[in-house]
Structure formats: C-alpha cells, structure tokens
C-alpha cells in the first residue's frame, strides 16, 4: 500500500507495479473498495525521491481509456532505455477455466508518460487464456539476455498450487508456456497463494531467475503472517 494516495471514503490504494525514472517512483495499482474489497479503477501515483532516499507523495492519476482495462502487475524497462512495458491481466468471462478466464495484456509506455494513460499503447490479449487455463493476477516479466523475455505467474492464481513460466523472443509474443511447474506452498498457518514476482536485480545462480509469491488466508484468526516466500527457477528460452 502506498502511504497518501488513499482516499477519504476509506478505499485504499493496492500497490502492484513499480518503475523508477529519475527521481521519481511510479507505482501501478488498483482502487480498492473499501467495504466489498473489489478493484474500483486503475491508477499510477508518483512519489519523488529526496535526500536520504525519502520519498515524497506528489498524487495520483486514473488510468482511462485501455491503460484502465486491465490489472497492471510487472513494469519491466525497455532494453532499449526509451520507455517501459507492463503487463496485465483480464477477466474474460470465458468458460472451462479454474477461476476466471484471464488473458495477459501488454502496454508500452514512453519515458515520462506514466501518468499520462493516451500514451500508453496498449495490446489486448497477448496471450488469450485458453480451455482449462488461467493465469495468475498478477504476470511479471523480465528481459534477459540471450534468452529475450520471461514471465512467471501463479496458475489458476489463489485457486492454485503451482508457478508456471511463459518465454517469448520478442515483448509482443508469441509467447509460449513452459511444460515444467514449480510448486508454491502457502507459509505456515496461511491457506491459498497468490502473485508471483520476478526479481531480476538479486542474485540468482546462472540462468535462473529469483521469483516470489505471497500467502494469505480468509480467517483473521489464523497464524498466517503473509510473508513473502522465494526461490529461483530456470530461466529457459522460447
């Protein structure tokens, strides 16, 4: 949660996809309802870096038009320094899956143009959701070199057990979906996981890439302390 780009009707931002540009933190996330605990929009808010590392709020920005469409979780640099690429997932409301359907979509984002959603390029659908198959909430990506891009989610998101990997050459796909899982249990005294996280800055042996997920449960009274968990899974290529 990003401290003061809450509202006063109690609704909360839920931070998910950050990218650093200068002096400024962008963080992605999704308005969360207070009361029903649903997504109410999309938003990036900015802080500005100062001395000591202090982050001061600046404010927030809805995201309109297709940057709001989708759950925007990983922000990944160009590999180029001219922008960003995000991904996102949709709800499809297709049939024959776990939970719901998602689809991964894509956005390109100019250096400079977070909080500016008519710049974005958006790319519905990079990689439909299929009969039986569902990604994760949350796809994050990174670019490797000599490996092009990689993604890893959690399958069938809380409903599942497992992390999945998808590769692709090129950013836009095609993108394909490793046969080998891994499994991700939940931390002591939780019951379901969820988001998977790329962490392509620390260290990971040769050819694999650090990767997290979270826990959680719907008791309040349970143990579960929502600690991150971590391991490092093979890279691979497309």
């Known amino acids: 949660?990003?401290?003061?780009?809450?509202?006063?009707?109690?609704?909360?931002?839920?931070?998910?996809?950050?990218?650093?540009?200068?002096?400024?933190?962008y963080?992605?996330?999704?308005?969360?309802?207070?009361?029903?605990?649903?997504?109410?929009?999309?938003?990036?808010?900015?802080?500005?870096?100062?001395?000591?590392?202090?982050?001061?709020?600046?404010?927030?920005?809805?995201?309109?038009?297709?940057?709001?469409?989708?759950?925007?979780?990983?922000?990944?640099?160009?590999?180029?320094?001219?922008?960003?690429?995000?991904?996102?997932?949709?709800?499809?409301?297709?049939?024959?899956?776990?939970?719901?359907?998602?689809?991964?979509?894509?956005?390109?984002?100019?250096?400079?143009?977070?909080?500016?959603?008519?710049?974005?390029?958006?790319?519905?659908g990079a990689l439909p959701s299929g009969e039986g198959y569902d990604l994760g909430t949350v796809v994050s990506m990174s670019h490797v070199t000599g490996h092009g891009w990689v993604a890893y989610t959690k399958r069938d998101d809380i409903t599942g057990s497992v992390l999945e990997r998808l590769n692709a050459w090129h950013v836009t796909g095609p993108w394909q979906v490793a046969a080998q899982q891994w499994p991700a249990p939940p931390a002591p005294g939780c019951g379901w996981t969820y988001s998977a996280e790329t962490?392509?800055?620390?260290?990971?042996?040769?050819?694999?890439?650090?990767v997290s997920w979270a826990s959680n449960h719907d008791d309040p009274g349970t143990t579960c302390d929502m600690r991150p968990q971590f391991t490092d899974l093979p890279i691979g290529s497309p």
């Open 1 to 25: 949660m990003a401290v003061g780009a809450n509202w006063p009707d109690g609704s909360y931002f839920w931070m998910a996809a950050p990218a650093v540009e200068g002096t400024s933190l």
């Open 27 to 124: 963080v992605i996330g999704e308005r969360i309802s207070p009361s029903a605990g649903t997504v109410e929009g999309e938003y990036t808010a900015r802080f500005t870096v100062g001395a000591g590392d202090a982050l001061t709020y600046q404010g927030i920005t809805a995201l309109t038009g297709a940057a709001g469409d989708s759950q925007w979780g990983s922000a990944a640099r160009d590999p180029h320094g001219r922008g960003w690429w995000l991904t996102g997932t949709r709800n499809t409301g297709g049939a024959g899956c776990v939970a719901d359907c998602k689809t991964m979509d894509l956005a390109y984002v100019p250096s400079g143009a977070m909080t500016h959603p008519s710049a974005w390029h958006v790319q519905l």
């Open 199 to 210: 962490h392509p800055a620390s260290p990971a042996p040769g050819g694999r890439m650090l």
